[in-house]
């Protein structure tokens, strides 16, 4: 008898589950106990100049106390480390989904999650080659995770309370750390990943790999993503960089 349903358990391995959580944890701990240290009650009120003129009188529409801005990069970096920890490391046993191959001729598919509520479905058709994953790839993923996990948000606003001699080195470090977080936030915590195998695919010398890139190009999906890309870009570039 043809059994169409199977089962698999993932191993996770707890040594690069501990690693991860002292990679991560650490530095946001560090980077919190760092914003106390300058946290006070003033009321933020900062003019916005674009192109030499003062735009809506204020970065804040209405006067914000500046603890709200501390929750708030404790909630953009605490978002980010949560969702690595829980969808990618599973540091805890409940949070290692199950992977579900099933076929049947009206599904003929692997799930990864719940049978009934899969977090990833994949269509047993759409697996048309296998490549081998090196553990080279593996530690580039795992330093591509543990990079983008970094508390980046606390850290811009312990660099605002310094008040370095050196504005230019600050204001260097401020804007990387805030694009950073920007775009994490907005692309998600595997944007670095993505665009890696982005940028092997777009410098591939194989005809195979190409036409992929080509037949990706053609697809609706693209042209929104597109657009979506050069409006986000536009409007950095206009109201973000001249400030």
Same mark, same amino acid.
């Given at each position: 008898? #043809? ?12 040594? @690069? ?5 002292? %990679? ?9 106990? @760092? ?9 933020? %009120? ?12 204020? =970065? @804040? ?5 500046? =603890?709200? /801005?501390?929750?708030?990069? #404790? ?5 980010? #480390? ?8 599973? *540091?805890?046993?409940? @949070? ?15 799930? /990864? ?10 269509? &047993? ?13 593996? /530690? ?7 990079? =983008? ?9 312990? &660099?605002? $309370? ?6 230019? #080195?600050?204001?260097?470090?401020? $804007?990387?750390?805030?694009? =950073? ?48 890309? &050069? ?6 570039? *206009?109201? /973000?960089?001249?400030?």
């Amino acid at each position: 008898q #043809i059994n169409l349903k199977s089962e698999f358990k993932l191993v996770c391995d707890p040594h @690069w589950q501990y690693r991860f959580i002292i %990679y991560t944890f650490f530095p946001f701990a560090i980077a919190l106990a @760092w914003n106390l240290s300058y946290l006070n009650d003033h009321i933020l %009120y900062t003019p916005l100049k674009l192109y030499g003129k003062e735009w809506f009188g204020a =970065v @804040w529409l209405f006067p914000v106390p500046s =603890v709200f /801005i501390f929750f708030l990069a #404790i909630a953009l970096d605490l978002r980010i #480390i949560y969702n690595v920890a829980r969808n990618v490391i599973c *540091i805890l046993s409940r @949070w290692i989904p199950n992977i579900y191959l099933d076929l049947h001729p009206e599904k003929n598919c692997l799930n /990864i999650g719940h049978p009934r509520n899969p977090q990833l479905y994949i269509p &047993l058709h759409a697996m048309e080659e296998t490549s081998r994953f090196e553990k080279r790839h593996v /530690i580039l993923v795992a330093a591509a995770y543990v990079l =983008v996990c970094q508390p980046y948000a606390l850290t811009t606003l312990a &660099l605002t $309370s310094l008040r370095l001699d050196f504005y230019e #080195i600050e204001r260097i470090l401020i $804007s990387i750390f805030g694009l =950073v977080t920007f775009f994490r936030t907005l692309l998600g915590a595997d944007f670095l990943i993505k665009l890696g195998i982005g940028l092997t695919f777009l410098f591939a010398k194989s005809g195979h790999h190409r036409n992929q890139v080509g037949h990706a190009l053609r697809h609706r999906r693209t042209k929104y993503i597109l657009i979506y890309g &050069l409006s986000i870009t536009f409007l950095f570039a *206009i109201f /973000i960089l001249p400030s």
